[in-house]
């Protein structure tokens, strides 16, 4: 596999003609592992019409790090990092200019970029788990089954066509994904199949030193929500939205720790929260963090550019139903803007929930 993957950098610009694979824009742990094994095995299985298969992972190489259990899985797997090739990295212009073609995973819509790149055409195959959307009808293979993650089908495909090519660190990487997205294959999460529970089996019993499958799933459970290598920034980023809210310019950041906590490792967290709305020209930039210590809690973090804007909306934030308590959080030096941090004890108030609050609010003033 690490040759595999190293061979793909080492001839991206050898001039042949190229079939890229890529999952969608989400960029989680089954587009990545599924783009990479189902690269391999159209390598392997000559099914890429002479095309060199290339997986690349659909966001810049500064972004893997926020993915921490795509890191682990990865990790474990023994696929290092560097021999990923990442969208920044990859002139899709030039190498679809040059012939080249496309092979979906893990979604069978191109990506609106994409589609109105007009690359529709040059997608030559696709494998996906999400309702069939009838697009691409040529496209070969088209496997499109209602499973509980992609990299079941890869799986099976693999086992199908070329099981010899299902090595330690291959297995490692696909069963990890499966337990991660059928919740340790647990019926009562509601995604898992029988396909599923095959795929699992097979990849079992090859995945050296992770053939304990409630172990290997609690490592990676723990890995997603592990951000104690991330910082201010980078946690900011990790689980980001942002809208325009009448004329405000609005981010909102999902964070998996306390404020407190998060003040105590970064003295500088005001002045970072102004760079990143600096960066992105917000107007206001809200997180909401959630965690468990050791039961389920909310807080939530939100700074403005301007001061008068900072108290509307902390206003009207405190006259709604989200039961707020100030929390005496140094955040350290602030040139401008105004930032403030609240205990939230409406568990139920999440980002889905206060987005049309803020909406409706600042689309009135």
């Given at each position: 596999m690490r040759e595999f993957l190293d061979s793909c950098r080492k001839y991206l610009d050898d001039g042949q003609a190229k079939t890229i694979v890529m999952g969608?824009?989400?960029?989680?742990?089954?587009?990545?592992?599924?783009?990479?094994?189902?690269?391999?095995?159209?390598?392997?299985?000559?099914?890429?019409?002479?095309?060199?298969p290339i997986p690349v992972m659909p966001i810049p190489r500064a972004d893997f790090a926020l993915r921490t259990e795509a890191v682990f899985v990865f990790k474990a797997a023994g696929?290092?990092?560097?021999?990923?090739?990442?969208?920044?990295?990859?002139d899709l212009e030039a190498l679809m200019t040059a012939g080249g073609q496309l092979t979906l995973v893990d979604h069978n819509r191109l990506?609106?970029?994409l589609d109105s790149a007009g690359y529709g055409e040059r997608v030559a195959a696709l494998i996906d788990h999400h309702d069939d959307e009838g697009l691409y009808e040529s496209a070969q293979p088209r496997i499109i089954e209602a499973v509980g993650s992609a990299a079941t089908l890869v799986s099976l495909e693999l086992h199908r066509l070329e099981p010899g090519l299902i090595q330690a660190e291959l297995a490692?990487?696909?069963?990890g994904t499966i337990l991660l997205d059928t919740v340790n294959l647990d019926p009562q999460a509601g995604r898992v199949t029988d396909k599923d529970l095959e795929a699992s089996r097979i990849l079992a019993t090859l995945?050296?030193?992770h053939d304990d499958t409630d172990r290997f799933f609690a490592q990676v459970q723990a890995a997603k929500f592990d951000v104690s290598d991330l910082?201010?920034?980078?946690?900011?980023?990790?689980?980001?939205?942002?809208?325009?809210?009448g004329e405000v310019v609005c981010g909102f950041a999902s964070v998996l720790l306390p404020v407190q906590e998060w003040a105590e490792r970064d003295p500088a967290l005001a002045a970072v929260f102004a760079d990143f709305a600096a960066e992105r020209g917000l107007?206001?930039?809200?997180?909401?963090?959630?965690?468990?210590?050791?039961?389920?809690?909310?807080d939530l973090v939100v700074y403005a550019?301007?001061?008068?804007?900072?108290?509307?909306?902390?206003?009207?934030?405190k006259r709604r139903d989200l039961d707020l308590e100030a929390t005496p959080v140094d955040t350290g030096p602030l040139e401008s803007g105004a930032i403030s941090c609240y205990r939230q004890g409406n568990l139920a108030i999440s980002r889905k929930k206060l987005q049309p609050i803020l909406s409706d609010y600042l689309a009135e003033q």
């Open positions: 969608n824009e989400a960029a989680d742990l089954d587009s990545m592992a599924s783009a990479v094994a189902f690269a391999y095995l159209l390598a392997n299985s000559g099914a890429a019409d002479g095309n060199r696929i290092p990092v560097d021999s990923l090739l990442f969208r920044d990295e990859v990506s609106k970029e490692t990487l696909l069963l995945a050296r030193g910082s201010t920034r980078d946690l900011l980023r990790k689980d980001y939205k942002q809208w325009t809210l107007d206001l930039l809200v997180a909401m963090n959630a965690y468990t210590r050791p039961d389920f809690q909310r550019t301007e001061q008068p804007l900072h108290d509307r909306v902390t206003a009207e934030l």
